[in-house]
Structures are given as structure tokens and as C-alpha cells.
């Protein structure tokens, strides 16, 4: 009734293929960025910001990085965290060679050397596909692991072998670093994910989006239509790596503020996957609600026996946390195996008939 | 000049003169390469029956070992926590067939690989839950296997040889074997042949897919128990197991998917580099090579033959 296009018409091809075509997604987008801007960090308390929307966000980015991978290129990878790791360790070293410098630049300048690894990690790509593929992408997160323990110049030869978040600001606001304020980090980190969300998908639609759709759906066709395998994958590891970095220099800068290699181990690259998964490979809408549903329902679950007054020891919530996941998943696979962003699609088709399905 | 001859030539001098230690690294070796065997093993079982990359090997392997020393320590004599732990395998293996395999049949194999990832998690949070996440140690002495060692002295050195690394070698060798006859002279061998040569094919001619299904997980379990015990009685029973399972991804890669003879190979070269690589060359890195090296191997590999050595050879079409 609310929701549809009737009366909506389209004049030129500009107005026919633009992001959010129909005028109420246009308003919902609107309504969802102004509570995001301003109602979140209005009443949002310092746990909210700090525990849930901060790393929310991140991973949300990474998600996207990872479904520009496995979703629109359909090359599947597990080494999400060692980019992440690749993207944090280079702006920690660039935060400290160059103090001045706006973090901002930096965590973006970052995402360049990750994109720069994982090109070459994605080199195999252009002869080996499917499940081959994943011990390239392996061997890049077990040697990237084992390089930010054995390569002490990349912390800068400090005793803990870990990374701290420096001091730095942007704008005259102190934004990293124990000073800054949470509300400060989440600004940052909101408006980086959103433009960067913004940017995915604007390529996705372009020219080389489609290009890596093709090579996902048949990639000797693709080919055969004069798609260039190498150009298409490379870009693909490339602009994937390269939100990876971001979300991983992020990460460091403006959630955790100390990291070591753990931070960025296999067991995260899993997370990473699943979120993907679960929102649905080849959407971004859906990167943000597989992130949101991974991370905030073992929130949810962990905070569930206190709530409700039982008694139940930390380490079985965990366990019983792991077992969810691994069923939800199976669940979803079963259920919908194109996640939830396909859910909301079907909903969204429902509401457009609705109340008279049949007309 | 100097790193030339520490890469090309030292080595070698090293391994020239001291020819027992030489002989110990080359054992070791070996017994780490049939173990990953073991693990791929498993893989490759499920792999040419139902086309899924089964992710929760490794973790089978932790569950069979830990269902089977927490029946143990529960009180249950040895030789019964042994069939408990057969059965347990079995219904574990039927129950993935009824809950996963049946509801996803016809889905991309991506999406199964996923699922298999599903019940890894689940496996390992139902682990943790019921036994506890805290290392256990192997009953390997009631188990009937071997703890000693026996040390020879080839080339006036010292040579030491475990025997529980000589009963893994024996235990790999017998199931390789009873899994080629198994395969090759049975009844359910030969369907769970066509199964994996062609699903359609093999259900017009009155095979059973979910029998099939559960015969194979059924097998890829009873050999994740026997890793399990292997593995389980060299180190502790512990959840960091599973990323030693991670290690059979490049021994499938080198050997192919499909091969059980290119799983035991694989493992064998996985085995034999790692640990040639990392004693001898490894000093120029900085340790812990042992982490990547196995796949940097399978990469190598994978450079010159993109199916494995024995894979199949897949034939694209548009």
C-alpha cells in the first residue's frame, strides 16, 4: 500500500538505473542514515557505541571486501584477516613515520598496500578455481601470520609484539588513541564505511562489476565475451584487499586499540565468511545484516542468563554461543541459501502487492 | 654470495655429515606425512562420494578422540568406549545425512562447503560442552598401543625410533589397505563407485543416495577415530587439533581431490618438505615455517598441475 512504484515514472536512463530507483527506498535510506548519524551518537551510551555499532561497522566493511571476493567473483578466500592484519600493520608503520598526517589519509592510504598483497596472493587465481583456490588464499593468511611475528620492524621492535593505537587526529579532533572520545571514533569509522559502501556500489554496478559477475557465473564465457580474466580477477583481489585493509587499520585505530597477530587469525577470516554467508553472497545490503546478525546475537546471547536470572557459568554460555552459530548456519543454508538479504527481498516483493496479492 | 651457499650448499653439507640425525629428520617426517595422510583421507572419502568438501574433518577427528577418552575417563572400560565411540560415529554420520545432506541435495558445492563449516562450529561448541574445552590425554597405553623406543645406530650415530610412530605407520597402512578392498571388492565399494562417478546415473540404476551418504560419512568417521587416536596419543586431545586438519587441504591439493593413492602421496611430500625445510632451511627465515610451508608446497604444485598429480582431469564446456 505504502510501498510501490506505481505513479513513478521514469524519463531518461540516468533516472531508470540509479541506486535506490523507487522514491520510498530513497526515504528509508534517508531515515536510516539520519539515525545513524544523529540519533546513535545522541542517545547511544559509551557500551553501545564502543561495543556494538564501532565494531559492527568494521566488520561490516570487511564483510563487504570479502563479498566482492566470494560473492560477485565467485573466488572463494580465507584470508580476510591477514589482509585486515596487512591493512593494520601498514598504517600503524605509516602513523609512525608520518605523526602529522591525518589519520583518515593514512587508514585509506593503508588499504593501498593490502590491496598490493592480496594481487599477489590472487595471482593464482588465474589458473587455479574452486576449492583450489583456497589453499592460495591459506597460505596467504598463514604466511601473513607468521610475517607479523617474525618481521619485528612491522611493530617496530616493541616487547609485546603488539600494535598500539597511536594518538592522531583529523579534523582538530583527537580520533585514535586512549584520549579519544567513542563518539568522535564513531563518526569516523561511520562515515568511512558509509562512502566506502557507497563506492562498492557504484563499481558493482559499472563496468568492472559486471565484468566480475560474468567470470563468477561462467568464467570461460565471460572470456569468450571479451572479459580479460586476468584484469577481472586481479581488480576483484584488489578492491577486496583493499576494503579488507581499511576495515583492518579500523579496526586497530578505532575499536581495539592494541593488536597483536591473534587479532587477525584464521578463526576471524571464518567469522568474516560466515557473515557473508548469512546476509547473502553478492549483496551488500546483506553484508550489513550478516555482520549485525553475527555480532550482536552472541551479545544477545551471552547477556540472555543474566536477564532472565539464571545461573549459567560463562564458559557454557560460549560453548552453547558456538553451537547456535554453527546451527544458524546450517539452518540458513537450508532454509535460504541466499541469506537474508534474499529474505528481505521477498518481503520487500510482499509489501509491494500488499493487501491484494493478487492484482 | 653468502646467502647463496647457506640456500644451495649448506644444507646439504649438514645432511652429509650427520647422516643419523639426517635419517631422524627424514622419520619424522614420514610419520607426520602419514598422518596427514589419515586426515586427508577422510576428506577424500566424502569428497568422491558426495562431491562436498567435508571442512569438519578435522573436527571429527576431535570429537571421535574426545568422545572416546571422556567415555574413558567416565568410568566405561576401554574396549567399550571404543564400539561407544564407533557408534557414536555412526550416528553422528546419520544424523548429517537425515538434518544436512538430505535437506540440501541439488545445492551448489560452495553452499555445502559451508554447511560442513556449520557443523564444524557446532561440533566444536557440542565438544567443548560436553567434554570440556581443556586438553585431555590419549589413553594410549589401554589402548594396546606401544610406548617405547627402539634406537638404532646407523653410521655411528643414534637413530630413535618410537614405536606408537611405527604402530601409526602399521594402523595407516591396514586401513589404506581394508579401504581399497573395501572399495574395490564389495558390493556397497563398487555402488559407492558409481555414486561418485555419477549421482543420477547411480540413483536409475536402484542405488541409494542417503545410504550411501551415511556409509561414507560412516567411513570418513571410523578414520577420523583412528587419526584421532594417532594424533591424539603423539600430542594431547585438544581443539588445536582442527588446525592441523587444515594442513590436509594441501595434501589433497597435491595428491587431488579424488585419489585415495594421491591422498597418501601428498601426505607423504606435505610430511617429507615441512620438516626438511624447516631443520634445514628454516634458520634463514627465522623458526615456524612449519605453519605455511606445507601450502607454499601445495601452491607450487599447483602451479605446474592445476587438478593434483592424480586428480581428474575436468573438462569445461560452455
Known amino acids: 500500500m505504502f510501498y510501490r512504484e506505481v505513479g513513478q515514472f521514469k524519463t531518461n536512463y540516468s533516472s531508470d538505473s540509479q541506486v535506490f530507483p523507487i522514491l520510498q527506498d530513497k526515504i528509508g535510506i534517508l531515515a536510516m542514515l539520519i539515525v545513524a548519524f544523529v540519533f546513535v551518537p545522541m542517545f547511544g551510551s559509551e557500551f553501545f557505541l564502543n561495543s556494538i555499532m564501532i565494531p559492527f561497522l568494521i566488520f561490516t566493511l570487511a564483510t563487504i571486501g570479502l563479498n566482492i571476493l566470494v560473492g560477485y567473483t565467485g573466488q572463494l578466500s580465507l584470508g580476510t584477516g591477514a589482509f585486515m592484519g596487512v591493512g593494520a600493520y601498514s598504517c600503524y608503520k605509516l602513523a609512525t613515520i608520518f605523526p602529522d598526517v591525518n589519520i583518515i589519509i593514512m587508514v585509506l592510504l593503508s588499504g593501498f598496500f593490502s590491496a598490493g598483497v592480496g594481487i599477489l596472493f590472487g595471482l593464482p587465481s588465474l589458473r587455479i578455481k574452486g576449492f583450489y583456490l583456497l589453499v592460495s588464499t591459506l597460505a596467504a593468511q598463514f604466511f601473513l601470520e607468521w610475517c607479523f611475528i617474525r618481521v619485528e620492524w612491522l611493530y617496530n621492535y616493541n616487547d609485546s609484539g603488539a600494535i598500539d593505537s597511536l594518538q592522531r587526529s583529523a579534523f582538530g579532533y583527537i580520533v585514535s588513541g586512549g584520549a579519544a572520545s567513542s563518539v568522535a571514533q564513531y563518526f569516523v569509522v561511520l562515515s568511512i564505511v558509509v562512502v566506502m559502501t557507497w563506492v562498492a556500489s557504484n563499481i558493482i554496478r559499472g563496468r568492472i562489476g559486471r565484468s566480475w559477475m560474468m567470470i563468477r557465473d561462467m568464467d570461460i564465457a565471460a572470456e569468450l565475451m571479451g572479459v580479460r580474466p586476468l584484469y577481472a580477477k586481479l581488480s576483484a583481489f584488489a578492491v577486496s584487499s583493499f576494503y579488507c585493509g581499511v576495515a583492518g587499520a579500523l579496526m586497530v585505530f578505532f575499536w581495539l586499540g592494541s593488536a597483536e597477530v591473534e587479532s587477525f587469525d584464521i578463526n576471524h577470516s571464518f567469522l568474516f565468511l560466515f557473515m557473508a554467508i548469512i546476509g547473502g553472497l553478492g549483496s551488500l545490503m546483506g553484508c550489513y545484516m550478516g555482520a549485525a546478525f553475527i555480532w550482536i546475537l552472541p551479545i544477545i546471547i551471552r547477556a540472555l542468563p543474566d536477564a532472565l536470572g539464571l545461573d549459567i557459568n560463562a564458559a557454557t554460555v560460549e560453548h552453547i554461543n558456538f553451537m547456535m552459530i554453527g546451527a544458524m548456519i546450517i539452518f540458513f543454508l537450508i532454509v535460504e541459501p541466499h541469506g537474508l538479504a534474499r529474505l528481505w527481498q521477498i518481503a520487500k516483493e510482499k509489501l509491494r502487492t500488499w493487501p491484494f496479492p493478487y492484482s | ?318
Open chain 2, 1 to 318: 654470495m653468502d646467502i647463496l651457499y647457506n640456500i644451495l650448499i649448506d644444507p646439504f653439507v649438514q645432511m652429509g655429515s650427520a647422516p643419523d640425525f639426517f635419517l631422524q629428520v627424514l622419520w619424522s617426517g614420514f610419520v607426520a606425512g602419514t598422518l596427514y595422510s589419515l586426515i586427508a583421507l577422510g576428506f577424500v572419502l566424502i569428497f568422491k562420494a558426495s562431491g562436498v568438501f567435508n571442512f569438519a574433518q578435522g573436527i571429527m577427528v576431535v570429537f571421535a578422540a574426545l568422545t572416546l577418552v571422556g567415555l574413558y575417563q567416565a568410568g566405561v572400560p576401554a574396549w567399550a568406549a571404543l564400539f561407544l565411540t564407533v557408534g557414536a560415529m555412526f550416528v553422528l554420520a546419520w544424523l548429517v545425512e537425515r538434518i544436512v545432506l538430505r535437506n540440501l541435495v541439488n545445492q551448489e558445492e560452495i553452499i555445502l562447503f559451508m554447511a560442513t563449516i556449520g557443523l564444524n562450529y557446532f561440533l566444536i561448541g557440542f565438544g567443548e560442552y560436553v567434554f570440556g574445552g581443556e586438553p585431555k590425554s590419549m589413553i594410549a597405553a589401554e589402548r594396546g598401543l606401544p610406548t617405547g623406543s627402539t634406537t638404532f645406530e646407523p653410521f655411528d650415530g643414534i637413530l630413535i625410533i618410537e614405536h606408537l610412530d611405527v604402530a601409526a605407520v602399521i594402523m595407516a597402512i591396514i586401513l589404506v589397505t581394508a579401504l581399497a578392498v573395501f572399495f574395490n571388492k564389495t558390493r556397497i565399494g563398487r555402488a559407492l563407485r558409481a555414486v561418485a562417478d555419477d549421482h543420477q546415473a547411480a540413483l536409475s540404476v536402484g542405488i541409494s543416495l542417503n545410504q550411501i551418504w551415511v556409509i561414507v560419512w560412516f567411513a570418513a568417521g571410523i578414520v577420523a577415530l583412528a587419526t584421532g587416536i594417532m594424533w591424539g596419543a603423539k600430542s594431547d586431545v585438544s581443539f588445536a587439533l582442527q588446525i592441523v586438519a587444515l594442513k590436509a587441504l594441501p595434501v589433497l591439493i597435491i595428491g587431488g581431490f579424488t585419489s585415495i593413492p594421491g591422498a597418501i602421496i601428498g601426505g607423504l611430500v606435505i610430511g617429507f618438505g615441512e620438516k626438511l625445510f624447516e631443520i634445514y632451511w628454516g634458520g634463514l627465515l627465522g623458526s615456524g615455517v612449519e605453519g605455511w610451508f606445507a601450502y607454499v608446497i601445495a601452491l607450487i604444485f599447483l602451479l605446474f598441475r592445476p587438478h593434483g598429480l592424480f586428480g581428474e582431469k575436468i573438462i569445461e564446456r560452455i
